[in-house]
């Protein structure tokens, strides 16, 4: 069964600073893929980033940037120098390939930038 | 605009009356998600389907909630008989269907209340 941890909580930053936000996920199949989503106070998901689970290289893209360790089955993402306009709920979220690819989410984290 | 669309966006019922909601995916994505997501929790999977074929169901969809798509393209979820428990967005998404590709795109949701 699939699932992901996220510690639900109401996390606020000022202008400009980073935030990290953690994510744990447990499965059992050897083929998966992680994700993170964006949802703003329009409701609309928007899809962030994707790791397979077969490759571990840790990127940047933008002011995105994500840590995926399979040792410890964490996929953490860090937002750089935020924006008021990143002030939303994030997802992670984690699909299997032998589950049709359904996603299973966190319970997300709400974001607060404080100008 | 070609992403996914989502009719309506918004719909108040009473209980016990049934409701029907519509997904247009993006065009020539074979694969087509129904999630719902209630009031600070994150989306969780309803059902599935490979073009017109319902290749999976969670234990989430009771008897009272029946999804189609007939033609491979719009789908459609009906849910008769609605309780107040039902109230919650009804998010869709589509997604080629290429595993090397997998991301799945979101609507923008139905929000259902029942009253």
Redesign the interface.
């Known amino acids: 069964a699939q699932k992901?941890t996220q510690a639900?909580t109401e996390i606020s930053v000022v202008e400009k600073e980073d935030v990290t936000l953690d994510c744990v996920y447990e499965t059992r199949d050897t083929t998966y893929?992680l994700?993170w989503?964006k949802q703003p106070p329009?409701?609309?998901?928007?899809?962030l980033i994707?790791r397979n689970s077969f490759d571990e290289q840790n990127e940047i893209s933008g002011r995105y940037s994500w840590n995926f360790q399979k040792s410890t089955s964490s996929f953490n993402f860090t937002i750089t120098a935020s924006q008021v306009v990143d002030s939303a709920v994030y997802?992670c979220?984690l699909?299997e390939?032998e589950g049709?690819?359904?996603?299973?989410?966190?319970?997300?984290n709400q974001v607060v930038v404080i100008p | 605009d070609t992403g996914v669309s989502q009719d309506p966006r918004h719909k108040i019922t009473k209980r016990g009356q049934n409701v029907t909601f519509r997904c247009d995916p993006i065009s020539e994505h074979n694969r087509l998600y129904w999630y719902r997501q209630t009031l600070g929790q994150g989306p969780e999977f309803l059902t599935y389907f490979q073009n017109e074929a319902q290749l999976e169901k969670s234990r989430l969809l009771s008897d009272r909630f029946s999804a189609e798509r007939p033609k491979g393209s719009f789908s459609t979820l009906e849910i008769q008989r609605t309780e107040q428990g039902d109230s919650a967005m009804y998010l869709c998404a589509s997604s080629p269907g290429d595993y090397r590709s997998n991301e799945q795109f979101f609507g923008p949701g139905t929000r259902l209340t029942v009253l």
Request: hydrophobic share 40%; charged share 20%.
């Open positions: 992901v639900q893929y994700f989503y329009s409701g609309e998901l928007v899809f994707r997802f979220a699909s390939r049709n690819n359904r996603l299973a989410f966190g319970k997300g």
